[in-house]
Nanobody, 117 residues
Framework: VTLVESGGGLVQAGESLKLSCIPS????????MGWYRQAPGKQREEVAR??????????SYADFIQGRFIISIDAAKNTLHLQMNSLKPEDTAVYYC?????????WGQGTQVTVSS
């Protein structure tokens, strides 16, 4: 599966961004999709995931999100979204989309999110 991300950018603290990820295959053939992020000098960490994608999806989030982000799938547009609200400078990172088909993981190229204070 090839994944193409978009929507990153530079925003001020407290503002919002919406990331998008479009897979090369129909989401109905993908078991799980989600987002990781990697800040400079830090390990990649999970942000949010959507399991059971073909049956509507079941979202889950990392604890540090604290209700600020929403992961969703627009099946009509075959697109995974990550709505990020109340952004903080510590959210600055490269955000990567992934897709899991059976046990095989695919990754996007990443999109930069920079939050200024």
């Amino acid at each position: 599966v090839t994944l193409v991300e978009s929507g990153g950018g530079l925003v001020q603290a407290g503002e919002s961004l919406k990331l998008s990820c479009i897979p090369s295959e129909s989401v109905f053939f993908i078991n799980e999709m989600g987002w990781y992020r990697q800040a400079p000098g830090k390990q990649r960490e999970e942000v949010a995931r959507m399991t059971s994608v073909p049956t509507g999806g079941s979202p889950s989030y990392a604890d540090f999100i604290q209700g600020r982000f929403i992961i969703s799938i627009d099946a009509a547009k075959n697109t995974l979204h990550l709505q990020m609200n109340s952004l903080k400078p510590e959210d600055t990172a490269v955000y990567y989309c992934y897709a899991k088909v059976l046990s095989r993981m695919s990754w996007g190229q990443g999109t930069q999110v920079t939050v200024s204070s």
